[in-house]
């Protein structure tokens, strides 16, 4: 396992993190000379709780004689992927370049290579938040401006607008954190609503969401779907399967249409 920074800035939890020395017959290495690379190793009485914890696991692993275990998750750091080599017409290396702390929370490369061995490689696209019309961006964190879930504008909070999940915080977390991240939000929410001016919605919106041009679904089209995505799993032994596509929803809503 290989980071680009250092283990005081890895977004791994501790729970994680230590799920990884319970892997049965499986040694843990960590080389104690990578880990001092990082300032905050040496110190970390200063970083939140949540790194110090990892910081502690890792100085464990880095002590601790091998157990002798059939497997080996060697952990490194300070490097990053550069090229993939070819051997033979297939994948046979992963060039790194070693990395070090640019003291801004980044790193920069140092021009210093190293090779590692590989048989296969796995393209993980991974999460970056995009720009959505008519809300503020920030590019260079890929997330909407804001304060405890309230949008910013220029700096100035915008009433009515809020934001939760990685569009607010970025790619970070479990799926446990969604949920202090999401409180917080509807704690914000839940304060500003006295003073939201309420929109005026008619009795019946579906003929307002139909003459702009919007095809709404129906109590009726929402049972269909819930009957197609039942069969489905029944097809495979299982539960409900979701519809995997805005078009398949569409046609499942219009079976059962009046």
């Not at 791994?12 to 300032?39: C, H, N, Q």
């Not at 009485?45 to 880095?62: H, M």
């Not at 309230?150 to 939760?164: K, S």
Request: a positive charge.
């Amino acid at each position: 396992m290989v980071g680009r920074r250092g283990p005081s800035q890895a977004r791994f939890t501790t729970k994680e993190l230590r799920e990884l020395g319970a892997l049965p017959d499986t040694d843990v290495v960590v080389d104690p000379e990578e880990l001092a690379l990082d300032p905050a190793f040496t110190d970390p009485s200063a970083l939140p709780a949540a790194q110090r914890r990892n910081i502690e696991v890792l100085r464990g692993w880095a002590a601790a004689p091998a157990k002798g275990g059939a497997r080996r998750i060697r952990l490194r750091f300070f490097l990053r992927p550069a090229e993939l080599l070819a051997a033979d017409g297939r994948v046979g290396a992963v060039r790194l370049e070693r990395t070090v702390p640019d003291g801004h929370g980044g790193v920069t490369g140092t021009g210093r290579y190293e090779d590692i061995a590989a048989q296969l490689v796995l393209r993980s696209v991974g999460y970056r938040g995009v720009p959505l019309d008519g809300l503020p961006f920030d590019a260079g964190t890929g997330t909407v401006p804001h304060r405890g879930g309230r949008v910013l504008r220029d700096g100035a909070i915008a009433p009515g607008e809020y934001v939760a999940g990685w569009i607010k915080r970025g790619p970070t977390g479990v799926i446990g954190t969604n949920r202090p991240c999401a409180k917080e939000t509807v704690t914000s929410l839940l304060a500003d609503a006295p003073a939201l001016v309420r929109a005026q919605v008619p009795d019946d919106s579906v003929p307002a969401l139909r003459a702009e041009g919007v095809e709404p679904v129906e109590w009726a089209g929402w049972q269909a779907i819930e009957r197609v995505e039942a069969a489905l799993g029944a097809s495979l032994g299982r539960g409900a399967v979701k519809l995997p596509d805005w078009e398949s929803l569409r046609a499942a809503a219009r079976s059962g249409a009046p």
